[in-house]
């Protein structure tokens, strides 16, 4: 089953689905440099957190911050020819998946543990490639047989309910167990809308000359994969056609991404009878009851005019076509784990044209990623013996501390909120939980069974396990304490149900974090990231709920219109930003994030100013106020900048344009210090210039 739990983990990736989630990531997911297929070349090397050769001092900060900051980095760092993307996110990546692999290589050639056979296990069936391309698409034939029995489409939940039992793999309508977004202590039934297999709704509805392009190749790309399968030209051509017409169709009836960020939005309680009358041609009772849920006698549907399009699509089209879209549905999850030919077919639509990437992945690293996306929790216990130490996570909560402290004065020096608002944001920001590192309890993979030879039924069989993992929460306490990344993660994220901010062993390396550092670049580095996650709990999305998690307005009218005008103004003006030659990000597709960017940078340095008054050790190093010539604030930002030093292709900016939440790295440097004075301040900028505006945006 291909869940769709909705208030989860922002799922990183171009699905529909991503946009009906509401945890709050610092990034999209980084794509990873790979060297050869075997294994790696040799050990990545270690970030730092200051890097004094990427600094371009050709370049005026106060003009272009991003290029003073990053621009030898840039110059020196161009992208691999297997990469879309290459920033210092990827080089952290690069060496904690390089040391994940180490574990997962030890584990497969001689485990130690049940839990390292495991987990070993899985990742030597994914290295097994002499075995995937003897078996071409066989390990497919069982799931394209059930769904070429399909002779009544009043049978199609019962279709559903198979492939999923037996592969984890529904179409065109699934469930989830998320929080209830009123009340946040129950759990309850969800469907939300996907179906779509290019990166966004519109891609199938734009009309520009671009657009076009891409839905024909994206056609003639489908039609070469059902050739791979076996199916005649001919045939292939006809299912390719139908695959466009019923996924166009769906798009046409999705919620846009912008709409799908607004809770109220996506939120419609409903009767089982009432989702059964909203889409008729499908048995929902039949649907619940299989799937162990029966018992449920209300369902949130987010998109109720997705689940109106696929039973008018239903209704509308014959049924070989309905079997076409199964078909290309399973085939297209399947390809990358398939012999050579279809890992090659799919690289060369999803990555080349889509996203620029010159060259495939090697497999270690495929199988790396993919075994930490099944199993993150079983190898992460090890991973986190290795990798991180104690004393990281007692600096962390030091440094989250300091942070919640600038943000609670921050609050109360808002000129434009009442006190009767303050008290409700401060009760919020007293509430909020923090996670460090790894989970508390570790999740129980007891039931899942991985076979050495069989790659894609472990695929398959962790779909199932994760599916009956999610629905066996439906009517239990909600656990606070369940994370939503794995341990070796280079990411965070802040929960608004759960009110609770998130940070992965990942991430808490250099360039974010180092104990040999001063604080001023520790400060702007995971003091930023800190303050960003705590920010999503006040930003356009997060300020709907409140100190328990249930969306509720805390604030007074007044004082809800003078922040609508403030977010706004940080939409508008980001809506303004270019990233390829035409496109320009959506400001209000990114506003959540831009929002804790420029708060995020505020309270830390708020709080770095603190350290620096009251440590008498935060300015060790330092000679008539400066270190490596700079003073500290100097240091601040500029360890903030290189944090999102990247150099990306256009073909990349451009898709994530239309489906990232995040800026690029570019504006999230260059949007954020020109909306903060103290930036100018540090820097001598005068007033005028483009970092130094005399006018700007702020909320919090």
């Known amino acids: 089953m291909r869940i769709q739990s909705i208030p989860s983990l922002l799922v990183l990736s171009g699905s529909l689905l991503a946009a009906t989630c509401q945890s709050q990531s610092l990034v999209s997911a980084p794509e990873i440099i790979f060297d050869t297929p075997s294994g790696p070349s040799s050990e990545p090397r270690k970030p730092v957190s200051f890097d004094l050769s990427a600094i371009d001092k050709t370049a005026d900060p106060c003009t272009n911050f991003y290029q003073y900051a990053c621009g030898n980095w840039m110059k020196n760092n161009p992208i691999p020819s297997d990469q879309v993307r290459w920033g210092r996110f990827n080089e952290l990546s690069e060496r904690n998946i390089y040391l994940l692999y180490s574990d997962l290589k030890s584990a497969a050639d001689a485990p130690k543990t049940p839990l390292q056979k495991k987990y070993g296990d899985y990742f030597a069936a994914c290295m097994n490639v002499d075995l995937a391309d003897q078996l071409g698409a066989k ?25 999923e039992h037996k592969f984890g793999d529904g179409h065109l309508l699934n469930l989830g167990v998320q929080q209830d977004q009123i009340d946040s202590s129950k759990q309850i039934l969800g469907t939300g809308q996907g179906g779509l297999t290019l990166p966004d709704r519109d891609y199938y509805l734009t009309d520009d000359d671009r657009s076009k392009t891409i839905r024909e190749q994206y056609v003639a790309h489908a039609t070469k994969m059902f050739v791979l399968l076996g199916d005649t030209p001919e045939k292939a051509a006809t299912e390719a056609a139908d695959v466009m017409r019923i996924e166009t169709a769906l798009a046409t009836g999705s919620m846009p991404r912008v709409e799908m960020r607004d809770p109220a939005k996506r939120y419609h309680i409903m009767t ?314 959506n400001g209000k597709l990114t506003l959540g994030e831009n929002t804790a960017d420029n708060g995020g940078i505020r309270i830390a340095f708020q709080a770095l100013q603190e350290t620096l008054a009251n440590d008498p050790t935060a300015l060790a190093g330092y000679s008539d106020g400066k270190k490596d010539d700079f003073t500290p604030a100097q240091r601040f930002f500029i360890g903030f900048g290189q944090v999102w030093c990247t150099n990306q292709t256009e073909q990349s900016a451009r898709v994530l344009a239309k489906t990232d939440p995040h800026s690029t790295g570019e504006w999230r440097t260059n949007g954020t210090v020109q909306n903060f004075d103290q930036f100018g301040k540090a820097f001598g900028c005068k007033v005028g210039q483009p970092m130094m505006p005399a006018s700007s945006c702020r909320v919090w």
């Open 272 to 585: 089982i009878a009432e989702v059964s009358a909203l889409s008729p041609d499908y048995n929902w009772k039949q649907f619940l009851d299989g799937v162990g849920v029966g018992q449920a006698t209300t369902l949130n549907v987010a998109s109720p005019g997705y689940v109106k399009t696929v039973n008018a699509e239903i209704e509308a089209e014959p049924i070989s076509a309905i079997k076409s879209y199964f078909r290309w549905h399973a085939l297209h999850g399947a390809a990358p784990y398939l012999s050579a030919p279809f890992i090659d077919e799919n690289f060369a639509f999803f990555n080349q044209t889509l996203n620029g990437q010159k060259e495939q992945q090697p497999r270690w690293k495929r199988c790396t990623r993919l075994t930490d996306a099944a199993l993150g929790e079983a190898v992460g216990q090890d991973w986190v013996k290795q990798n991180f130490p104690p004393d990281a996570k007692a600096s962390m909560e030091k440094l989250v501390a300091a942070l919640e402290k600038a943000l609670g004065e921050d609050i109360q020096s808002l000129d434009w909120m009442s006190d009767a608002t303050k008290k409700e944001a401060e009760a919020k920001l007293g509430t909020i939980q923090q996670k460090i590192g790894y989970p508390k309890n570790w999740r129980d993979y007891s039931t899942l069974t991985v076979r050495r030879e069989d790659l894609l039924g472990n695929l398959q069989r962790n779909d199932i396990f994760e599916s009956k993992r999610n629905l066996s929460k439906l009517g239990k306490p909600v656990d606070n304490m369940e994370w939503g990344m794995t341990p070796p993660t280079v990411n965070a994220y802040y929960n608004p149900p759960q009110n609770n901010i998130n940070f992965p062993a990942g991430i808490l390396q250099p360039p974010f974090y180092s104990n040999s550092i001063d604080p001023a670049v520790n400060f702007g580095g995971i003091g930023v990231v800190i303050g960003h996650e705590m920010t999503h709990g006040f930003d356009d999305q997060g300020s709907k709920y409140d100190l328990h998690g249930n969306v509720r307005t805390w604030f007074t009218p007044e004082d809800l219109t003078q922040f609508q005008a403030k977010t706004g103004c940080i939409a508008d003006e980001y809506s303004g930003f270019e990233v390829a030659p035409g496109q320009k990000l």
């Open 139 to 163: 390990a497919l034939a069982p799931e394209l047989a059930v769904i070429e029995k399909l002779g009544d489409k009043k049978q199609l939940a019962a279709l559903n309910l198979e492939l």
